[in-house]
């Protein structure tokens, strides 16, 4: 790590730059605020032109009504996350020579990872916080800014045009500026972003592709020609370059349920194990993105099972339970594979373990279904699924249940056929079965 000196020469554009640059600071910590204020002051910062937030409402204000050109932050703030300053800050500071958006992590996780790489952010400082890697970080995202070449700068009066909605001025700007460099990979991009957004899809499609002719790495590029793929269903495409990105960034939790839809669309099913071990590593996922991941998982689980590998067919499901989130269809395709694979004792075990009144009363008839399947005390289930019928809780699989125990048990015919009325009236397309199940009693009376 260098040593920044304010008093050698060479330093003093930078000490220029940042003189009369206004700061905005974002974090729940004074002494963070106060610290990170202190290292930008050796850079040149000046403390009168230093702003200060700990909460998002303050800090959207703040933007909106001066024209900050840097803002740092952590990621969770009181009132909200950082990231819903970005679009604030982008629109109050289009020019982006003269601005720049930091994160402030608690760790190298993952998520901030990703989230830097998804808004483009300038840079990540993470733990431990000194007056070192604050000033090496904010050094290192503004340095091209400092001392821009001309393609720096055309880049840049495109972007501006871009982001006050004059597309063809940006595509002008975007034009002149692959005239400008080797390798125009930024600007193959931002003519891409433009094409695609006034959906000319192979127009971005070309463009996005010789982006990464000239750098076959830049995440932006990868990540929207990627979508581009998905969009226009050519899936194998769309597959090979998320997997290509996911062997060189890190993936943001509410992208894992298009991968998941790639993976499986193109039979790649152990790919699913991947995303659940990202879930170790990330700090938030919203419940929508659980859920992908856990049908992911139950798809995982059936696939294993029909290859005869039940050991990681239970992990997998097992694991597609955990973030099912209470979700029917999905436990149900849970229920329905681990019956297959002769696992329900498993399923049984975690449904045992789990506070069903947190979720749906229809999950309730796949648990008496479970049960009905593992246990062999006849009256304790048939008392269960009494319990839930008076419940009003109405599933199929209690009916079935109820009415072959009953058979079983040889219970009266009048309450079987009361049983089988009920069922019938409640679900009349499965009549033909009921009415077989009522003929079986009859047998068996």
Not at 256 to 271: A, F, T, V
Not at 320 to 330: D, L, R, T
Not at 377 to 401: C, F, N, T
Not at 408 to 423: P, Q, S
Request: aromatic share 10%; net charge negative; proline share 3%.
């Amino acid at each position: 790590m260098s040593f920044f000196d304010p008093q050698d020469k060479k330093n003093k554009p930078i000490l220029d730059y940042f003189e009369n640059k206004i700061w905005l600071i974002v974090d729940n910590s004074a002494g963070t605020r106060s610290s990170v204020k202190k290292a930008l002051t050796m850079i040149g910062a000046k403390q009168a032109n230093m702003l200060d937030a700990d909460n998002i409402n303050d800090a959207v204000a703040m933007l909106t009504s001066k024209k900050i050109n840097f803002v740092l932050g952590s990621y969770a703030v009181n009132g909200g996350f950082l990231t819903s300053l970005f679009s604030v800050h982008m629109k109050s500071m289009p020019n982006r020579l003269n601005a720049a958006f930091f994160l402030l992590a608690e760790e190298e996780n993952v998520s901030d990872i990703a989230l830097g790489l998804e808004y483009e952010m300038d840079g990540i400082v993470t733990l431990p916080y000194t007056g070192f890697t604050i000033i090496d970080t904010v050094l290192e995202g503004v340095t091209r800014k400092i001392t821009p070449t001309p393609y720096t700068i055309k880049l840049e009066e495109g972007r501006q045009a871009f982001l006050l909605g004059n597309s063809d001025l940006a595509t002008e700007h975007f034009s002149n500026a692959l005239q400008m460099h080797t390798h125009p990979y930024e600007a193959f991009f931002y003519l891409g972003q433009i094409y695609q957004e006034k959906n000319l899809q192979d127009q971005a499609r070309v463009a996005f592709e010789e982006s990464l002719f000239h750098n076959s790495d830049y995440f932006r590029a990868l990540k929207n020609l990627g979508t581009l793929y998905y969009q226009t269903k050519d899936y194998k495409k769309a597959y090979d370059i998320n997997f290509l990105m996911a062997q060189k960034y890190p993936i943001l939790p509410e992208k894992i349920p298009e991968l998941i839809r790639l993976s499986i669309i193109n039979k790649k099913y152990e790919d699913i194990n991947n995303y659940l071990k990202l879930f170790s590593e990330m700090k938030t996922t919203d419940a929508a993105t659980q859920v992908s991941l856990s049908a992911g998982l139950a798809v995982l689980g059936k696939y294993f099972i029909n290859h005869n590998e039940k050991d990681k067919a239970i992990d997998a499901l097992k694991a597609a339970y955990k973030f099912s989130n209470g979700k029917y269809e999905i436990l149900d395709n849970i229920m329905k594979t681990m019956e297959e694979g002769q696992c329900m004792p498993v399923l049984l075990e975690l449904f045992d373990s789990t506070d069903l009144s947190l979720w749906g009363e229809n999950v309730q008839g796949l648990y008496f279904h479970t049960l009905n399947h593992v246990s062999h005390d006849d009256a304790m289930v048939i008392s269960v699924g009494e319990q839930l019928l008076r419940k009003k809780i109405k599933d199929i699989h209690i009916y079935r249940g109820l009415i072959e125990r009953g058979i079983k048990m040889h219970r009266k015919i009048g309450n079987i056929e009361a049983l089988v009325l009920e069922a019938i009236k409640t679900f009349p397309e499965s009549k033909d079965e009921f009415e077989k199940m009522f003929e079986k009693a009859k047998v068996s009376a």
